[in-house]
């Protein structure tokens, strides 16, 4: 790609140079790069194209080699690498080996804070606004967050101690969603800048001053001064809900008005306290099929630039997990109208959307709150409903203490189904769900499961909705291995916790795996046998919890060569409960045991296959973690 601007960028310090035409003509070069490269690796293409004009006002204003950014979540950073030292290496995003789809501390000087859940940017800017002051340093701390992430809880507990501490922060919030009339949005933003002029805040400190050294009623002047000056703006700003966390609120600022923004910015950066900018933009800016249809773009795979379809491949046309979840789960709530489906913003991500289309008054998105999502499913399931609250394993680790607390300690019938469970590719470290079967097989009156397949994703859900107490169910990213799905409810079959299958018989050893790696360790078995004459069991566990003990007693007692396969970290898994068990009862003296599973690290990003391979959690890692227990030569 051939650019005349774009080129001259060698250092984040440049921006400030170009002129306003330049930054136009830059923008639109940016945006030409930004779709090039998704459309080839797929990524997060709607959130940073409407952001390309805020990121060029803010390096234009402020120094990234001074200031502090925070970008929350990190979906709308796509510009900000480019222009911070990674062009050159931007057509890496997201593959192994390449640059990070989220900012990342590792990988550049410039990315001041790592991401890639939503809401932490406040409180971490606040944390580095503090460190600064005690340190006794300048520079300005900037949190740049989307109103979806304004959703969440914990932003507002940044809110509420940055207003509290009074501490100079700048908080740019970047509003894509809400509807604001033109001519409210016009008047707010007239009067957010005359009262935020240097000049007028300055004279409003002095006359404050003035006012409180009036005996008896100084500081009642001050008081009502303020009120009054409060009153004025809220009946005309969005803002009352940040005043009243002590914050400054300046805007709303058109967000693709370069003109606009860097005066808007460079008044905020001579203003000093707790501020809230409220920036205006359009997801998918600049990109048509992007501006039409930013849900499917938020988040997309490879896609034809220049009509934006999805590209067309030769691979397996086999439903996701994630659809066959959706659909099951619709199946089910026609015969029973106590299912209710919760989500955290993610209808579409989890297979929900149809959900909601066929049952909306059961069907309940609660925004970025999966706290709140699992104590309202709490609440719910308290008065004899069944919510199912499907969500992505990385995200459910946000509400530990709802689970605990309010769902298990009362022992109440919550169905967790947990998306994306194990590796799920290029969204990399922050979005891997390899932690949930460790995290949750300890809490009591938890069950806790994982299928094989698509086929028995249906049974354990059956399962899961009329277990009288709490349920886990956990499945990977991607499609099945084409097995036969239920085409009514009365084909599903429910699975008694704790039983197991065993899928084929042998001699000289067993592979107990579960959930994903089952399939593999089937094919690993087969393979053995052929090309060795390897007679290698294999058996699907199904539930982490409980535990399928009478199998795995006979098992012991059976085979001295025991493979344990997951695909989730080693420390607390699958694997640990098996070998707990075990050493409970005294089934070890005999046995040789090899375990497979996610190591103590954060895996990076890259396709699934290829991390799979690269830990050995495929067919051919299992084969040779086979052959060594068996002490055999491959």
Not at 433 to 438: A, E, K, N, P, T
């Amino acid at each position: 790609m051939q650019t005349k601007f774009l080129s001259q960028i060698k250092n984040p310090r440049d921006v400030s140079s170009f002129s306003l035409s330049e930054l136009t003509e830059l923008a639109r070069e940016i945006r030409e790069l930004i779709i090039e490269v998704v459309a080839k690796n797929g990524g997060h293409l709607a959130p940073s194209l409407g952001v390309v004009e805020l990121t060029l006002a803010l390096l234009k204003v402020f120094d990234p080699d001074h200031d502090k950014f925070v970008w929350d979540v990190g979906h709308q950073a796509y510009a900000y690498k480019i222009l911070t030292g990674r062009k050159e290496n931007f057509h890496t995003l997201r593959c192994f080996g390449g640059i990070s789809g989220f900012p990342k501390l590792s990988e550049s000087e410039y990315d001041h804070f790592g991401v890639g859940h939503s809401s932490t940017s406040i409180s971490a800017a606040l944390g580095m606004a503090v460190a600064r002051d005690i340190l006794r340093q300048t520079h300005k701390v900037l949190a740049i967050i989307g109103d979806g992430s304004m959703t969440a809880g914990l932003a507002y507990e940044g809110l509420n101690q940055a207003g509290d501490l009074d501490k100079d922060l700048v908080v740019i919030l970047n509003d894509n969603e809400m509807s604001i009339a033109r001519n409210v949005g016009a008047l707010s933003s007239f009067l957010s800048r005359k009262l935020s002029s240097r000049w007028v805040m300055k004279l409003k400190k002095e006359v404050e001053a003035w006012m409180r050294q009036i005996p008896k009623i100084g500081d009642d002047l001050v008081h009502y001064a303020r009120r009054s000056e409060e009153s004025l703006k809220s009946l005309f700003t969005p803002g009352m809900l940040f005043e009243a966390f002590k914050f400054n609120y300046l805007g709303p600022v058109d967000g693709h008005d370069l003109k606009k923004m860097i005066e808007f910015f460079e008044q905020v950066k001579e203003l000093d306290g707790p501020l809230l900018v409220h920036v205006l933009t359009k997801k998918g800016k600049g990109y048509n099929p992007a501006e039409s249809n930013p849900t499917y773009f938020h988040g997309v795979g490879s896609f034809e630039p220049e009509t934006g379809l999805a590209k067309k491949f030769t691979g397996s046309s086999l439903p996701s997990y994630t659809d066959v979840f959706g659909e099951t789960l619709c199946s089910l709530a026609e015969k029973d109208d106590r299912i209710v489906a919760i989500t955290a913003a993610m209808p579409e991500g989890t297979g929900l959307s149809k959900f909601a289309r066929r049952f909306p008054d059961r069907f309940f998105d609660v925004g970025i709150c999966e706290q709140h999502a699992v104590t309202f499913a709490a609440g719910l399931a308290s008065q004899g409903f069944k919510p199912v609250v499907a969500i992505y394993s990385t995200f459910l680790q946000r509400s530990y203490d709802q689970i605990v607390h309010d769902v298990c300690l009362q022992n109440l019938p919550v169905t967790f189904c947990l998306d994306r469970g194990g590796i799920v590719g290029e969204d990399g470290p922050t979005h891997h769900g390899v932690f949930d079967l460790s995290y949750l097989r300890h809490i009591p009156n938890m069950i806790l499961m994982a299928p094989k397949d698509e086929a028995e994703l249906q049974d354990l859900l059956y399962t899961a909705i009329n277990y009288p107490g709490p349920a886990a169910l956990r499945y990977p990213r991607g499609v099945g291995v084409g097995a036969r799905l239920a085409e009514a409810k009365e084909e599903l079959q429910e699975i008694p916790p704790g039983i197991g299958e065993l899928l084929c018989d042998g001699s000289g050893g067993i592979i107990i795996a579960i959930g994903s790696r089952v399939y593999p360790a089937l094919e690993a078995a087969q393979e053995l046998k052929k090309e060795k004459g390897l007679q290698v069991a294999v058996y699907n566990a199904r539930f982490v919890k409980p535990l399928p003990e009478k199998d795995l007693r006979e098992l012991a007692l059976r085979f001295n060569k025991m493979l344990l396969v997951e695909e989730n970290v080693l420390a607390g898994g699958f694997s640990s409960a098996v070998l707990e068990f075990l050493a409970d009862n005294n089934l070890l003296s005999k046995l040789e045991i090899k375990r497979i599973g996610l190591p103590d690290r954060f895996v990076e990003h890259g396709p699934q296959k290829l991390l799979r391979q690269m830990l050995g959690l495929g067919k051919d890692g299992i084969k040779k973690a086979m052959l060594d227990l068996l002490d055999q030569v491959d």
